[in-house]
């Protein structure tokens, strides 16, 4: 965390960078949680792994939830939310985290053609999570307008795709460090 404050200190002398603003406060968000897996018999690279995921289900849910308020309108907005409201909710949790597992062949590797990879797994992991969500929620019509709803919803709010972009770009680089881990296991290493 120190060294999140660090570099956020250093990259604000002289010029003002959101994107640097927005990663910071998502460490500062998430930092009590990782502070709370920690504490369990995971190794570095599953901890990053099990965050991957969290961040996904998290975001994926609020997603779903901002989808819920808009189709509804603004009688969503001054009525309880129902028990299927709720399930939607946690269908869009279920299909992000289903559309990184499925798609998380194409995040975490590395170098430029890494980062290329990243990029075609975040659209990738953005429509299935969106397919197996909307399935869930409600199967066949769902199926069909889940990632349709998912890119409107994008589209419409930038500041929201920005959000989803950078939790899936985080993830990437937290499923990296997860890769590199499980191929040290594989390495040959000179005893003394």
């Known amino acids: 965390m120190a060294i999140a404050k660090q570099s956020f200190s250093q990259s604000h002398v002289g010029n003002q960078s959101d994107l640097c603003y927005l990663i910071w406060t998502m460490l500062v968000i998430f930092d009590p949680f990782r502070r709370l897996i920690s504490r369990l018999s995971l190794t570095q690279g599953e901890q990053s792994l099990f965050m991957a995921f969290f961040g996904v289900a998290f975001f994926g849910g609020a997603m779903a939830m901002n989808v819920?308020?808009?189709?509804?309108?603004?009688?969503?907005?001054?009525?309880?939310?129902?028990t299927y409201d709720y399930w939607v909710i946690l269908s869009g949790a279920m299909g992000a985290?289903?559309?990184l597992y499925v798609g998380r062949d194409w995040l975490g590797h590395g170098g430029l053609r890494g980062a290329a990879f990243a990029m075609i797994g975040i659209v990738w992991v953005s429509f299935l999570g969106g397919l197996i969500g909307g399935s869930l929620a409600l199967p066949l019509y769902g199926t069909m307008f889940g990632p349709f709803t998912l890119f409107v919803s994008l589209f419409s709010a930038p500041m929201l795709a920005l959000f989803w972009g950078c939790v899936l770009f985080a993830s990437?680089?937290?499923i990296r460090l997860w890769r590199q881990e499980r191929d040290s296991i594989f390495t040959f290493h000179k005893r003394d």
């Open 68 to 82: 819920v308020l808009t189709l509804g309108g603004v009688a969503a907005m001054l009525t309880p939310f129902s």
């Open 97 to 99: 985290c289903g559309g």
């Open 172 to 174: 990437h680089l937290l």
